[in-house]
């Protein structure tokens, strides 16, 4: 599907994980740093955190007051303390199943950059996740760079977005950007086919955040999934912006797209990721609700075979 205007594919090759401290916001330990109240100053996300954080048990946010102070990166994750904890999770989920698999360097993207805020948190992210597990990133931004192109139908959520929302300062995000991270910048039904040609099994795609929030264009950017089994993890994982809004359904928007997408593609499936409000501590954030697995059946780790020792499961009673 064609969506609004085309512009040309500029991109900056990642090189390596060297930053310079003014690049990105701080990590690790600075996380309730001036970083942290900034964000949190806006009175929407402070009534959300609010709501999310004092809804849960107070022991818990005892001992994440602690862990906020004292935490290493992975508690912190852990304890929801990163900010976009929606990007923390998934990320660091992804390296210790790459670290599993042999794999020394993964791919991120997300789609819909805007003003660069989220890219630049998950390059901040990146970096501490490669201190914790030793594994690389390259990453990269998705977006027209010049705002929303114009809505095709209903299914497009008009009564939410329209042309011309939120543009970017290119020049400035580029200059703020690590080596390791890079704009793509044109319409997606352009980029990705371009994208898609590029990616290789030396740095599988592991993680893609959806925030681009029309239906046609998240139908567009889901082809990202569409290439060989072996450029992506066995389950990349996707986090899927749009899918809180009021008026989201599953005829329209980001939901509507998955849907599709499963619809038509027989080996790859989006799926919720099974369980994963009870394998957290805290219970209430709403981004527990927008992390799904991109299931590749076709990866070469899905295939019947024999590649480790057989699993015994111990019996207590007959010792
Ligand atoms: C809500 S904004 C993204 C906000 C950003 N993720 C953040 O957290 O700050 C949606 C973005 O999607 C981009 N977008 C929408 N449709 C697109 C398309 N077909 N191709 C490229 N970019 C698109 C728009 O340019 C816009 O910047």
Known sequence: M???T?????????SGLELEPKQVPPAGAAMIDRYVFKRLARSSRRSRVLAERLTEPLHLNLVSAFVALFGSFRSKVNHDLIIRQQFAF?????????REAGLKKLTLVEFGVANGAGLLNMCRIAVSVTKVTGVEFEVFGFDTGSGMPA?????????????????MDVERLNAALPPFASLVLGN???TVPAFLAKLSPRAPLAFVSMDLDYYSSTKTALEIFNGAP?????????????????????????LLAINEFNDENEHRKIAPFPMLRSRRLFKNPRWIEQIYLVHIMDHPLRTPGLRRPSHVIPNEYTN
Not at 6 to 14: A, L
Not at 90 to 98: C, E, N, T
Not at 155 to 167: K, T
């Open 2 to 4: 064609t969506i609004g």
């Open 6 to 14: 085309t512009d040309t594919v500029t991109e900056r090759r990642p």
């Open 90 to 98: 998934p990320i660091l989920h992804a390296a210790d199943k790459a």
């Open 151 to 167: 809505a095709v139908d209903y299914r497009d959520h008009p009564e939410m977005f329209q042309q011309n929302d939120f543009p």
């Open 188 to 190: 997606v039904a352009d």
């Open 230 to 254: 072996e450029h992506y993890l066995q389950a990349a994982l996707l986090y899927l912006d749009d899918t809180v809004i009021e008026t989201a359904n599953p005829w329209c928007g980001e």
